[in-house]
């Protein structure tokens, strides 16, 4: 039976906590599952191992097929042909002189044939042109299809990577609240036995152990649960040993909202998917306007013709034809204007839902922006705090110590001090988590070419 041991490096620099965490066997410690990432070999693995990824490959996939296939269309078509029909009768006539043997004109009662036949369309009304466009861009909607899922996996990836940094720091906190009040609730027993401490307090911290204890419990659920579903996401088995490298940094982005928004209209993939798509339903018109235009196709045959297989192939049983014709539409019920019709409607509603994409990623944007401002608001305003608070809760102590403070007073400072520290590293989760939404909304992995590096 392995027995887990979870060690967690706690680093405050300027105020700001940046820790890391290592989750390692004691016992029976198998290299083969375990696994050792940063956020960027955590993405990596998760493009290499998600489904929906590995479909939307095969989606490229057939949709080159599908570009070979429209191209299939300009080339002509070549076929062997070769039967054998028996007639009752047929017409005889007598011409020695001919250079072809009768038959071939005429039948033979055991006629076998043996043949040629090509077939290449001339012009269709543009409509193979439009089928070949609209399956290149059909190419390129799957592959930004591939780049969108890529992204979403990427930001998924990023909220249970740091969702579970996030946890630690949680359980972490919850660990030394509880310590503390451990702690706290011992001394305050001993002045109780020693007549210094009245019973009110000492049932007072030891309920404020009992209050805590339930938080500590739901922290440590919190970091299993999402430990599994990350693992979920980058295909591991659940049994595996997944250490994390990084840590709850983050990096101070400024703010360009205009720049930002037009990143956004130029890479986002689903904006170029609309424009994609506003493309392809304008080929569907063309391909629908074809049934209003003439068709021309040519033929060519090359035959040998006998009553007898082995005299089917000479000059005498030979025979060719060619031909072109042009089949020109007059009425089809309106089967082709419903068709025009529908592709027009398409084509206008492919680009009103593009106008109210762009709408959406201006929102998009700004909400992006507010999240960081705010989250940056928050962590400054904390970061500040902790000293004060940790400066607090040593004056409680010692003025309870000495008779001049109240235990109240004790547990109010601890219970603010672990307040400041999870709303330090919540702010700092939220600032990350803004800076991925962000490069999401923009349709980028990383955004480091308007990063104004500032770790604390």
Not at 57 to 81: C, D, H, V
Not at 256 to 264: G, Q
Not at 267 to 281: F, I, N, R, S, Y
């Amino acid at each position: 039976m392995q027995t887990m041991k979870r060690r967690i490096i706690l680093v405050i620099i300027g105020g700001v906590i940046s820790f890391g965490v290592t989750l390692c066997c004691a016992a029976g410690y198998d290299p083969a599952s375990s696994y050792n990432l940063t956020i960027d070999e955590a993405i990596g693995l998760a493009y290499k191992n998600n489904f929906d990824i590995q479909i939307q490959s095969q989606e490229i996939s057939a949709a080159q097929a599908a570009i070979q296939g429209a191209r299939s269309e300009f080339l002509p078509k070549l076929n062997a042909q070769a039967g054998f029909t028996h007639t009752d009768s047929v017409l005889k006539l007598d011409m020695p002189q001919a250079k072809k043997d009768m038959g071939i004109f005429t039948g033979y009662k055991n006629d076998n044939q043996a043949g040629l036949t090509l077939d290449q369309t001339i012009y269709n009304g543009g409509a193979n042109i439009a089928n070949l466009r609209q399956k290149q861009v059909t190419l390129r909607i799957q592959e930004e299809t591939l780049r969108a899922r890529k992204l979403d996996t990427e930001f998924e990836v990023k909220r249970l990577f740091y969702g579970l940094l996030l946890a630690h720091e949680t359980e972490r906190i919850a660990q030394n609240l509880l310590d503390q009040a451990k702690s706290h609730y011992e001394e305050v027993k001993n002045k109780y036995e020693q007549g210094t401490a009245s019973r009110f307090d000492l049932l007072q911290s030891k309920v404020q152990v009992s209050k805590l204890a339930p938080e500590l419990i739901n922290a440590k659920n919190a970091v299993e649960l999402i430990d599994a579903e990350l693992k979920k996401l980058l295909g591991l088995k659940i049994q595996a040993t997944l250490m994390i490298k990084d840590s709850l940094a983050y990096n101070e982005i400024e703010i360009k909202e205009s720049e930002f928004l037009k990143t956004a209209y130029l890479e986002k993939p689903e904006m170029t998917l609309m424009a994609l798509g506003v493309d392809v339903k304008k080929w569907l018109i063309e391909m629908a306007k074809a049934g209003h235009k003439p068709q021309i196709n040519a033929q060519l045959g090359y035959a040998y013709q006998s009553n007898d297989v082995g005299d089917l192939v000479n000059r005498r049983h030979n025979n060719w034809d060619a031909g072109v014709s042009l089949s020109i539409p007059i009425f089809d019920g309106f089967s082709t204007k419903a068709k025009v019709d529908e592709a027009k409607a398409r084509y206008t509603q492919a680009k009103l839902e593009k106008e109210d994409l762009g709408e959406q990623i201006a929102v998009d944007i700004r909400k992006a922006c507010l999240d960081l401002v705010k989250s940056q608001a928050v962590i400054l305003s904390q970061k500040d705090t902790i000293d004060e608070a940790q400066e607090a809760l040593k004056i409680s102590e010692v003025r309870y110590d000495n008779g001049e403070g109240t235990n109240l007073d004790v547990i109010d400072a601890q219970v603010s001090l672990s307040q400041v520290e999870e709303n330090l590293s919540q702010g700092i989760y939220d600032y990350i988590m803004a800076e991925a939404y962000l490069s999401r909304t923009m349709g980028r992995s990383s955004v480091k070419e308007i990063r104004n590096e500032k770790t604390y």
